[in-house]
C-alpha cells in the first residue's frame, strides 16, 4: 500500500524560530516525487517544494528546505526563520500513476 | 499570479440532489484534476482529465461522478444523486503538462454539505 504518515498533528513555534515538520511514506516505485503543500486559512492548496527520489541534494526553497532519507522513506520540511505568515496546514504528498498521495496534515501556529 | 477559480465556495444540498461544482482552471493548463477531502481524512484523487478524456479515476469515481469541459474555460464536476458520505472538500487543480514531479495549481475548494 501506498502512504503517507505525518505523526505531528499541531505544532507551534515562536516566530523567527526553526521548525521541522516530519513525513514518512511507504511506496513501491523507485522513481517518484515528493511534495510538500501549505494550506493557509485561505483553504488553497499552495506547493512550497519539491523533491525528486532519485536525485540525493536535498531540495531547497528560501527559507524552506527538506531533508530527504530515501532508504528510510522519510521527507521532512524545515522552516528557517518562522513568519507569523507561515501558519498554515501543511500536507506532505508523493505522487504515483499521477495521482498525489496525501499525509494527514500538520497544523502549524507561529506565534508572535 | 494566475489563479485556478472554484465555484461556489460553500454548497448545501439535499440527499438525492445532484449537485455541479464549477472550475476555471488557469488559461494555458491542459491538464485538470478533482480532489476531496473528508473533513478527519486525508485528501484524496479523484480524477484527472485531459483533451476531453478521463487519464484517471480512482474507485472513489464511480458512476455517480462525471467531469465535463463544457466550454474553453470551466470544468465541472457532477455529483447525479448526492449521499451523505459526499460531503467533504472538493478541489479542482490545473497543470501545465503530465508529469511526475509536476506542479499542480489548486483552488480553494468548495465546502459540500449533504443533507
Known amino acids: 500500500a501506498q502512504t503517507v504518515t505525518q505523526s505531528q498533528p499541531e505544532m507551534s513555534v515562536q516566530e523567527a524560530e526553526t521548525v521541522t515538520l516530519s513525513c514518512t511514506y511507504d511506496t513501491s516505485e523507485s522513481n517518484y516525487y515528493l511534495f510538500w503543500y501549505k494550506q493557509p486559512p485561505s483553504r488553497q492548496m499552495i506547493l512550497v517544494i519539491r523533491q525528486e527520489a532519485y536525485k540525493q541534494q536535498n531540495a531547497t526553497e528560501n527559507r524552506f528546505s527538506v531533508n530527504f532519507q530515501k532508504a528510510a522513506k522519510s521527507f521532512s520540511l524545515k522552516i528557517s526563520d518562522s513568519q507569523l505568515g507561515d501558519t498554515a496546514m501543511y500536507f506532505c504528498?508523493?505522487?504515483?500513476?499521477?495521482?498525489?498521495?496525501w499525509g494527514a496534515g500538520t497544523k502549524l501556529i507561529i506565534k508572535p | 499570479e494566475p489563479e485556478v477559480t472554484q465555484t461556489p465556495s460553500h454548497q448545501v444540498t439535499q440527499m438525492g440532489q445532484e449537485v455541479i461544482l464549477r472550475c476555471v482552471p488557469i488559461s494555458n493548463h491542459l491538464y485538470f484534476y478533482w480532489y476531496r477531502q473528508i473533513l478527519g481524512q486525508k485528501v484524496e484523487f479523484l480524477v484527472s482529465f485531459y483533451n476531453n478524456e478521463i487519464s484517471e479515476k480512482s474507485e472513489i469515481f464511480d458512476d455517480q461522478f462525471s467531469v465535463e469541459r463544457p466550454d474553453g474555460s470551466n470544468f465541472t464536476l457532477k455529483i447525479r444523486s448526492t449521499k451523505l458520505e459526499d460531503s467533504a472538500m472538493y478541489f479542482c487543480a490545473s497543470s501545465e503538462a503530465r508529469g511526475a514531479g509536476e506542479k499542480l495549481f489548486f483552488g480553494s475548494g468548495t465546502q459540500l454539505s449533504v443533507l
Open positions: 504528498a508523493f505522487m504515483v500513476n499521477y495521482q498525489l498521495i
